[in-house]
């Protein structure tokens, strides 16, 4: 039996599955978290073999200390994982300090969470990437502005989402970005692409080839989305585009992949752009060596009839499935933010989609401002269907006339 440990198995709140799916394999789960066990909801609990809990996850000794437990307790440790992007170089940390073979591990980090590292691995395989510059001073970051011209972007190079992502757009807001950055951060600055996200969405086996393939689209960028605190929208694609997944496939042979859920993402041009493309093609973007987040997964089995917890605990355990995949669907999120005036109440959309509504909840605080405040998954076979959903889920009250002529004519009175 395989002893795995899962840290931070209940957030996000879905990844209880994982570790069901797991157990369902003959694994033997051990949880490490900083969530009191009563607090684990029961499917969590029954799925997990014992449960350490931290006072912290950050703290790296008391996270140490509990997989030492566990060796102590049921020996040699097959697998750790936690499947989540904030603690991928905690993850490799532990595997290297306790020789656990799976996964990546400390030396390992610099070319799958530092961005400008990135770029090396997507150019070995011939796929285009952004010009950049390394943020140093004032001048340094305006000469570079010279080559490309703005607008440029500016993001931590070491960062987890759109978390301190700017888009930059003039010599003043160059400015207040240098009074304003962190400074014990390192920035990227890169040109500014027109193109909307395109993911390939795939697990790997421990000989680098998929054994399930998705992908979605993001029309807007997260940065826009956290910045302009607007509705979050995508989707998981019908079927997967043919580029798309010769160009996933490449990046994971590139970066070494093996054994994992990845989400790579790329930009798929909206125009042209010298240097990278015309118009439809794809360049790179970034690597995330996890799911995508949120309740993506739940989209993708809600997109193929399938189960990717199950396939992925497949993967640990026989590094194959049988698992079948069904009729493939568009599987739309809308994550909506409060304190907008939206035409279609809570009610209205869930009546008016009802047939194809899977899942309608609110996000967690610490996903909203990427994901919006209140989720709804929906299925469809048409794109058409799907845009529709989108623009009517997002639509807002017109303002009152009436009130407004009123107004009017109050202030020439």
């Known amino acids: 039996m395989k002893n795995v440990i899962f840290i931070s198995p209940n957030f996000p709140e879905n990844y209880w599955h994982f570790c069901h799916e797991l157990k369902e394999n003959g694994m033997n789960v051990l949880g490490i978290g900083d969530c009191p066990y009563d607090d684990l909801r029961p499917e969590l609990q029954e799925s997990l ?36 992007e904030y603690w991928l170089e905690q993850d490799a940390r532990l595997r290297t300090d306790f020789n656990i073979p ?31 510059h390394m943020v140093d001073n004032y001048e340094g970051c305006l000469n570079f502005i010279r080559e490309v011209g703005y607008p440029v972007v500016t993001k931590p190079d070491n960062g987890v989402g759109a978390s301190h992502t700017f888009k930059i757009s003039s010599d003043e807001e160059l400015g ?21 996200i395109n993911s390939y969405d795939a697990i790997i086996d421990s000989h680098g080839n998929p054994i399930f393939e998705a992908g979605n689209v993001t029309p807007m960028s997260i940065m826009d989305i956290v910045n302009n605190a607007d509705n979050a929208l995508f989707y ?15 990046t994971a042979k590139s970066f070494g992949v093996r054994s994992r859920f990845v989400h790579f993402e790329f930009f798929r041009l909206l125009s042209d752009h010298e240097g990278l493309g015309k118009k439809g093609d794809l360049m790179a973007l970034e690597v995330n060596m996890r799911p995508s987040g949120g309740f993506t997964p739940d989209m993708i089995n809600f997109a193929r009839e399938t189960d990717v ?24 999120f809308a994550g909506l933010r409060d304190g907008k005036d939206f035409a279609l109440t809570p009610d209205d959309i869930i009546e008016k989609y009802d047939d194809h509504l899977k899942m ?54």
Not at 362 to 373: E, Q, T
Not at 379 to 406: C, I, M, N, W
Request: hydrophobic residues 35%.
């Open 49 to 84: 073999q014992e449960y350490y809990k931290v006072d912290s996850l950050e703290n790296y000794d008391e996270v140490y200390g509990a997989v030492g437990y566990f060796i102590w307790h049921y020996g040699r440790i097959d697998w750790l994982e936690s499947n989540n």
């Open 102 to 132: 799976s996964g990546f591990h400390n030396e390992d980090m610099p070319r799958i969470k530092y961005k400008s590292c990135m770029k090396e691995y997507y150019q070995r395989v011939g796929i285009p990437v952004a010009r950049y």
């Open 176 to 196: 207040n970005f240098f009074a304003n950055k962190w400074d014990d951060t390192v920035y990227i600055m890169e040109e500014f692409i027109n193109a909307e």
């Open 236 to 250: 998981i694609v019908k079927d997967l585009a043919d580029d798309t997944r010769y160009l996933g496939r490449e």
């Open 309 to 332: 917890y199950k396939i992925w605990a497949d993967m640990v355990a026989y590094d194959s499935t049988q698992k079948p995949v069904g009729t493939h669907h568009f599987c739309a």
């Open 360 to 413: 309608v909840e609110r996000m967690p605080d610490a996903l909203a401002d990427a994901m919006g405040n209140q989720m709804y998954l929906a299925t469809f076979d048409t794109e058409e269907e799907l845009h529709t959903f989108f623009a009517d889920v997002t639509r807002q009250k017109e303002p009152d006339v009436s009130v407004t002529s009123e107004a009017a004519e109050m202030v020439e009175s």
